[in-house]
Nanobody, 124 residues
Framework: QVQLVESGGGLVQAGGSLRLSCAAS????????IAWFRQGQGKEREFVAA????????NYADSVKGRFTISRDNAKNTVYLQMNSLKPEDTALYYC?????????????????WGQGTQVTVSS
């Protein structure tokens, strides 16, 4: 079973940057998608960004376009989320998730494997 481990969260001031990492426990052949979701306190889990493992196609939520960048390092089985110009409303627990296929869908229920999450807190 694939395990996903997030890291890189922390406390940062508004306008600052963080880079999150999502490391997979094993290399899986075939097509699949890695996505980042987030869940603020008292809020529903929401899609942030996704990337296909083979083709490098990406998808972003409108709220993070131009500020966040998702990328992958196949040799390290790791996906990154570079977050710049952070805002207090970006504060949340950030999860990475994986699904088979090539569709960078935005619905959480479409993803089969999830990490435990890493906390991002942006102070004003």
């Amino acid at each position: 079973q694939v395990q996903l481990v997030e890291s890189g969260g922390g406390l940062v001031q508004a306008g600052g940057s963080l880079r999150l990492s999502c490391a997979a426990s094993e290399r899986t052949f075939g097509s699949y998608v890695i996505a980042w979701f987030r869940q603020g306190q008292g809020k529903e889990r929401e899609f942030v960004a996704a990337i296909t493992w083979s083709g490098g196609s990406t998808n972003y939520a409108d709220s993070v376009k131009g500020r966040f960048t998702i990328s992958r390092d196949n040799a390290k089985n790791t996906v990154y989320l570079q977050m710049n110009s952070l805002k207090p409303e970006d504060t949340a627990l950030y999860y990475c998730a994986r699904r088979s296929g090539i569709a960078t869908i935005t619905m959480a229920r479409g993803y089969s494997y999830w990490g435990q999450g890493t906390q991002v807190t942006v102070s004003s």
